[in-house]
């Protein structure tokens, strides 16, 4: 019998995105799903887009997050997760995409794996179309028998891969961890640290494929990236100790984003001083 998926998308003030994310959904080669929509208290016509498509397929289900929830996408990502009853769980933000074959590739692909392993995939960014971009080749592309060797060659592949890359056993999620709803950043990072922490395999699938879409728009002001960067290293000290506990080591993925982080910081520290002597 083949396993149900749940798809769950957190999603606030996207409307038009989200119609396209949902049409990815809808477009799966793989028929056993259910997708838990759960919005943040949009203001927008997300509530009116998404008619279309609970009338169009029963396997979609839509929930407002409920009041005495902490809001955000965490919040709603573990609300779904509570509302979802599938084997595997395919996250997927409301304005990122998934390829047609994805999650049927990536199921065949675990059919014969044990309950410790995860599933990953190819992925590319866009800005408008799956098409605004060539493929990436990356080390990470390929099959892990060790989960320490996974975590060493995404380190060296831009150190992330989207959370709508990966099939996750439900298992799992009840072993690690809900998402963290208190972290701001790098909350997907922290999160699939913990995952990591519980696998023992990771299976790749390259005729899976997902699409990251990049926005065009303003930059956060200066003070806020500082307060966001300095949540993104108590992020990774929250992964660090999960991997010293877990490995004996903190694992080069730390090392190299804390010093990404730690020369981040220091450029935003210099211009403010720099404004602040001019003031």
């Not at 409920?66 to 997760?81: M, Q």
């Amino acid at each position: 019998m083949a396993p149900l998926v749940s798809i769950l998308i957190p999603t606030f003030n996207r409307s038009e995105l989200l119609k396209e994310t949902l049409e990815s959904v809808l477009n799966q080669t793989y028929q056993k799903w259910e997708c838990i929509i759960v919005d943040d208290n949009s203001t927008d016509n997300t509530k009116q887009e998404i008619s279309s498509f609970l009338e169009k397929d029963s396997r979609f289900q839509y929930y407002f997050g409920p009041d005495h929830e902490i809001s955000g996408a965490n919040a709603c990502r573990n609300f779904a997760f509570r509302k979802s009853k599938g084997h595997f769980i395919q996250y997927l933000d409301d304005d990122d995409l998934l390829d047609s074959i994805k999650i049927e590739a990536q199921v065949e692909g675990l059919s014969g794996a044990t309950s410790n392993t995860i599933a990953t995939s190819k992925w590319d960014f866009f800005n408008k179309n799956p098409g605004d971009i060539k493929s990436q080749s990356l080390f990470v592309y390929q099959n892990f028998d060790e989960v320490e060797q996974f975590i060493d060659a995404l380190a060296i592949s831009h150190a992330f891969m989207p959370p709508h890359a990966y099939l996750i056993p439900r298992n799992l999620i009840h072993r690690a961890g809900e998402w963290n709803e208190k972290l701001i950043i790098n909350q997907d990072g922290e999160f699939m640290c913990r995952i990591f922490t519980k696998i023992e395999k990771v299976e790749f699938n390259s005729n899976a494929k997902v699409y990251y879409r990049t926005h065009d728009g303003p930059r956060t002001s200066c003070m806020d990236e500082i307060l966001k960067m300095k949540q993104a290293q108590y992020s990774w000290d929250l992964i660090e100790a999960n991997f010293i506990l877990r490995f004996g080591e903190s694992t080069r993925l730390v090392q190299i984003s804390r010093k990404y982080l730690s020369e981040r910081l220091s450029e935003k520290d210099d211009f403010l001083k720099i404004i602040v002597f001019f003031l």
